[in-house]
């Protein structure tokens, strides 16, 4: 006990600190780099030292208001600038920090630059470890679900978790406010601990102490955030103890380990624990079973479908099936003075499998985006599933039932090919977090029978064996086809196919038309965009072509295939 | 073998590109003073290979050779100073420098000969000249096409590669941008022209390559490519008839 | 007027510090947080130059600037050039430069120490200048004419020269500038290097104005500079010009209103209504909201 009475400060800081780094890993793993933790944290700070000195308000009141300020803080700065690209949510959080000190520096109540004092020491070890453990609870349990894998997949692709279905508005201001509420809870701890703050204290520096903090401790694993703390506020008191007084050596050393963290070792502390095999991986849950010897061939008609046709429980109440489950018309997309797109019009049909061609540039692409939500047209309009789907984002059209893959593979690589196809799914799954926060067993029995319903599907395209890699191990093929089976997981009525062919030799290419012959057997119907006009040909009951984006034919595989238009589009004059 | 060394040259090229494997053990020579077509559906690597030739992206094994020099270390900037220049598909001109700027850069390498070139160039496309203080995203399709290869002419190049120029382009304008490679190409300057538009490209040249996933499946005196079926199948899958009725 | 005339004095050296944040931003897509450091330390070494090493006001300054141009090649090369590659090059290159900036403060902390500095008498010329109802010091003057005339030469530069237009090819299109023979890597480094010149001559200048040198100065205008760009247009050299004035007068007429103590908060109040109302800036052309 000695031993802690002495370095009771010290650890009581860890913990400290700990907290305001949970607080930048919570929208670190959300993909934004926001620094205005700092400022969350004065918020709550001098919120709560005023109610303890002023209303004399017990101290679990006063922590429960904090963090509310701070919570609140968070959500209403985070609703107009969550918005901002990168580089300008940093710079819009950094100035909201600024302007927190400049007004904590000018209000009377607030001590102005000689701050509040003396605030009742009412922290002990046990409490701020107590915060502490709430904190990495709270990651620690989040992971795993619906909502943990939602934020890991925006943080690795945001277009493409929002083409899964992820809404990925909703889910960054989620993790902002959860900042927002843990920095606020070490707002709380730090003046009720120091006694003494003034508004220099939760400046810039302190801004950057939390990313620091973050960084190094890494994002890899729940456990970073206190190895970064513990790390760097040990770092200055061991330079103390070795008779090291130089005031500029601690952020010399401090800059000189985030460069050399950032450049080095991006994973920071945990990722090095993971990578010596200190740490697992979390798996949602090992899939209970067996795996089966993969096949890379499915059969069509075999026992297990690859689309579970099978009970749905949010299938968003359509029951009735409609004939025609895409229709466009007079479709026009201007990009500054190109036209894409002009007067398309065109309808999809319940069980057909529809093949676009068309040459490069033709407009394929523009056209399956404006189908599928990334891309707003610029006239016309674009039905899906009878639902007019103007001013909805990827992730609305997504709930209707529409699923797809893109032309340039965009997985989610941070993630293994079991997660990617859970996230794949998540239209179709229940949220569980809040459920898991307090052991309910129903909702990890959900998250489990999720990984199982993907595990089936990976399956099927023959990946079940490699379901515990990172997806960004797999080879080119194989990705491909995780990028079908995620949007598989997510039950489409419609599933889109952007050039999922590309790159795959006659073998290859005759496997994925098997593949997609299957899928539709089961009652999905198919959008192939393609340039192996064999494959198109062999797989597609109906063909449309795309030139200099208007629709030059629409019809039979055969018949498309003798027209002269299409000929002299990709071959040049006809070649007599 | 072949008595005088090709101007270019690629040598058992293997390029990984995004993932995937999308040139697999490709060779192929361009002679100097001709006109060689690289043809083949989309997705069929053509212009990785381009890029590779270029020093865009480094390729696993393989060499490139211009003139016998084996350039393949060299960075892109050495290539195009030394003669290796390229037309990019989607001609990327610089849409908000105005058409003399970007002629201007093409002249990187060559700024001794930058005011005669520039009068050359607004020679052969009067509508440049007409343009030129105009920016360069004004232009139409085509005349971005011209303004893409009047700007590679400015770098006096040895060997000029061509990645899809007839790209969407309405055939009226592919004609004329045909009729100015084969100029080009009648006052010496050596051409690689990758293609999409088969029967332009094989009508147009010498010798060409037939590239289907990575490899080179064909290869010929162009005439005899533009007779073969086995070219349509390249392109279209097999007991593809394009014979009309 | 003479608020105007102090608001454009103050404004002038805003938009030369800015300037280096927009020229690389608009070239580069980078935003480097490194450049504070330089501005303070383009100060400190102005200021050695004249005390340590004897140096004439003049050879100082131009020092000072060398200077600042080597920090840039510093900052390209080791916190944004190993990145390059990497799929997170832009998130990592603002930890990176923010990991260097703390490095370079503390280098200063070490070597001049955490008090703050001052010129000896006599180092610049006395005198006023009046002229329509305003005056200003010669020194001011002087200062106002220098960073106009690097800023209008940089502008210049962009426009009009070889560099320049290579410059704006790779701010466009790297790919093509590669394909057209610019050796891009070449580009890259002037620009740091040219951006980080003027982020020491705005130190230098601000240091002469003010004849107030701490190592805390950089972080006091890094967040202005960022205001700047923001009103501005992040990439708009001209954009980075307006900015500065705008600041400058604004916050010369604020205090005049509310007292000196909310003057750092005009620059926050103007980032924010920029970002919410007109995200792209004044003059600004880039992408701001997410797809």
Redesign the interface.
């Known amino acids: 006990m000695g031993f802690l009475r002495t370095y009771n400060a010290v650890i009581v800081l860890i913990a400290i600190n700990g907290v305001l780094a949970y607080s930048m890993y919570a929208v670190l793993i959300a993909g934004q780099l926001s620094l205005a933790q700092a400022a969350f944290a004065s918020i709550a700070a001098y919120t709560s030292a005023l109610l303890t000195i002023e209303a004399g308000l017990p101290f679990p009141v006063v922590v429960v208001i904090g963090v509310s300020a701070g919570a609140v803080t968070a959500l209403v700065l985070g609703l107009p600038i969550l918005r901002l690209r990168g580089v300008f949510l940093a710079i819009a959080t950094l100035g909201f920090g600024e302007m927190v000190r400049i007004v904590a520096l000018n209000l009377e109540v607030t001590g102005g630059a000689q701050g509040l004092r003396p605030i009742p020491k009412v922290v002990t070890i046990w409490q701020a470890y107590l915060a502490l453990a709430l904190c990495a609870w709270f990651f620690w349990r989040l992971r795993p679900t619906r909502l943990g894998l939602g934020l890991a997949a925006l943080r690795a692709d945001e277009v493409a978790a929002r083409a899964m279905g992820v809404d990925t508005v909703r889910y960054k201001l989620f993790a902002f406010t959860v900042s927002g509420a843990m920095a606020g809870l070490s707002g709380v701890l730090f003046s009720h601990f120091t006694r003494f703050i003034a508004p220099g204290q939760f400046g810039f520096e302190r801004a950057v102490d939390a990313l620091l903090y973050a960084v190094v401790g890494g994002t890899a694993h729940w456990v970073g955030p206190f190895l970064g703390a513990g790390f760097l506020t040990f770092l200055p008191e061991l330079q103390r103890q070795l008779g090291i007084e130089a005031g500029w050596l601690r952020p010399f050393l401090n800059g000189l380990i985030l460069l050399g963290v950032i450049l080095f070792v991006p994973a920071g502390l945990s990722g090095l624990g993971r990578r010596l095999g200190l740490a697992r991986r979390p798996r949602p849950a090992a899939s209970a079973a067996p795996a089966r010897a993969a096949t890379p061939t499915p059969t069509p008609g075999s026992v297990e479908s690859v689309t579970e046709a099978v009970t749905q429980p949010t299938d968003p109440g359509v029951d009735r099936r409609p004939d025609t489950l895409v229709r466009l018309v007079g479709v026009e997309k201007d990009y500054g003075g190109v036209r894409a797109l002009a007067e398309v019009g065109l309808d999809i049909r319940a069980g057909e499998i529809l093949g676009l061609i068309g040459p490069n540039g033709a407009g394929k692409t523009t056209l399956v985006n404006a189908i599928t939500g990334l891309t707003p047209v610029t006239g016309g309009s674009v039905e899906v599933l009878g639902t007019p789907i103007r001013g909805l984002p990827a992730n609305r059209v997504n709930a209707l039932g529409v699923g797809r893959t893109f032309q340039q593979v965009k997985l989610f690589d941070d993630l293994t090919v079991r997660e990617n196809a859970i996230v794949g799914g998540h239209r179709v799954t229940r949220p569980t977090f809040l459920r898991r926060l307090v052991f309910l067993p129903a909702a990890a029995r959900d998250d489990r029978d999720n990984a199982a319903r993907a595990d089936r599907v990976l399956a099927r395209v023959g990946l079940l064996d490699r379901a515990d890699a990172p997806a960004s191990s797999l080879a080119y093929g194989d990705r491909r086809r995780l990028e079908i089976a995620r949007a598989l997981c997510g039950q489409p009525r419609l599933l889109v196919l952007d050039e999922p062919a590309a790159g795959m030799n006659h073998v290859e290419a005759q496997r994925l038309g098997a593949l997609v012959g299957a899928i539709a057997a089961e009652g999905v119907t198919v959008l192939l965009i393609e340039h192996n006009v064999r494959l198109v040909m062999s797989v597609c009951t109906r063909v449309v072509v795309l030139d200099f984006g208007r629709v030059i034919a629409d019809g039979d595989p055969d018949e498309v295939a003798r027209h002269p238009e299409v000929l002299r589009a990709y071959l040049g004059q006809a070649a007599t | 073998m072949t008595a005088e060394t090709p101007l270019l040259e690629v040598d058992g090229l293997h390029v990984a590109y995004g993932g995937i494997e999308a040139v697999r053990g490709l060779s192929l020579r361009v002679l100097r003073g001709s006109l060689v077509t690289l043809i083949g559906a989309n997705g069929a690597g053509k212009s990785t290979t381009l890029a590779a030739i270029s020093g865009l992206v480094r390729p696993r094994a393989g060499r490139v050779l211009l003139d016998g020099e084996d350039v393949t270390r060299w960075r892109s900037t050495r290539r195009v100073a030394a003669g290796l220049v390229q037309v990019p598909e989607g001609r990327e001109v610089l849409a908000t420098m105005t058409v003399e700027e970007n002629l201007s850069l093409g002249a990187w390498h060559q700024r001794a000969h930058l005011a005669s070139g520039l009068e050359e160039v607004f020679a052969r496309f009067p509508v440049l000249a007409e343009r030129r203080r105009l920016s360069a995203g004004s232009l139409s399709g085509g005349e971005q096409q011209m303004l893409a290869i009047a700007r590679a002419l400015l770098a006096r190049p040895r060997v000029l590669l061509l990645d899809e120029p007839s790209m969407g382009l309405a055939p009226l304008l592919v004609d004329e941008v045909f009729k100015v490679i084969e100029t080009i190409r009648a006052e010496g300057t050596t051409v690689l022209l990758v293609e999409q538009n088969a029967h332009r490209a094989l009508s147009a040249a010498d010798h060409g390559y037939v590239m289907e996933t990575g490899e080179i499946v064909l290869e010929g005196p162009a005439a005899e490519l533009l007779a073969n079926t086995r070219v349509i199948e390249a392109y279209l899958g097999e007991g593809f008839d394009p014979r009309p009725e | 007027m003479q608020q105007v005339a102090n608001g454009v004095f103050l404004g002038s050296i805003y938009a030369l510090f800015a300037m280096g944040y927009t020229l690389v931003?608009g070239v580069l897509d980078l935003?480097n947080l490194a450049h504070s450091a330089v501005f303070m330390l383009g100060a400190f070494i102005g200021l050695q130059l004249v005390v340590a090493a004897g140096w004439p006001l003049w050879a100082a300054v131009l020092g000072a600037i060398a200077a600042g141009g080597l920090l840039g090649v510093l900052i390209d090369r080791?916190?944004f050039a190993?990145?390059r590659r990497?799929a997170?090059a832009?998130?990592?290159g603002?930890?990176?430069s923010?990991?260097?900036?703390?490095?370079?403060?503390?280098?200063a902390?070490?070597v001049f120490g955490?008090n703050s500095r001052r010129f000896p008498q006599g180092t610049f010329p006395g005198g006023r200048v009046e002229f329509a109802g305003a005056s200003l010091s010669v020194l001011q003057l002087v200062i106002l004419v220098l960073s106009v005339a690097l800023m209008l030469g940089l502008d210049w530069l962009v426009r009009s020269s070889?560099l320049g237009?290579?410059m704006?090819?790779v701010a466009?299109?790297p790919?093509?500038?590669?394909?057209?023979?610019?050796?891009?890597e070449r580009v890259t480094l002037i620009t740091f290097a040219l951006s980080s010149a003027l982020g020491a001559a705005a130190g230098t200048m601000f240091a002469l104005a003010f004849n107030l040198i701490r190592i805390e100065m950089g972080?006091a205008i890094e967040?202005k500079g960022?205001?700047v760009i923001?009103v501005g247009g992040?990439g708009s050299l001209p954009g980075a010009m307006l900015g500065g004035l705008v600041l400058g007068l604004a916050e010369v007429f604020s205090i005049a209103r509310i007292g000196s103590?909310?003057r750092?908060?005009v620059?926050?109040?103007l980032?924010?209504a920029i970002?919410?109302l007109r995200?792209q800036g004044l003059l600004g052309r880039k992408?701001?909201?997410?797809?």
């Open positions: 931003f935003l080791v916190a190993p990145l990497r997170d832009h998130f990592a603002l930890i990176s923010i990991a260097l900036a703390i490095i370079l403060g503390a280098v902390l070490g955490p070889r237009r290579a704006r090819a466009e299109n790919r093509a500038a590669r394909l057209l023979g610019v050796d891009v972080l967040l960022l205001a923001i992040m103590g909310w750092d908060a620059a926050f109040g980032l924010f970002l919410l995200p992408a701001v909201r997410e797809v």
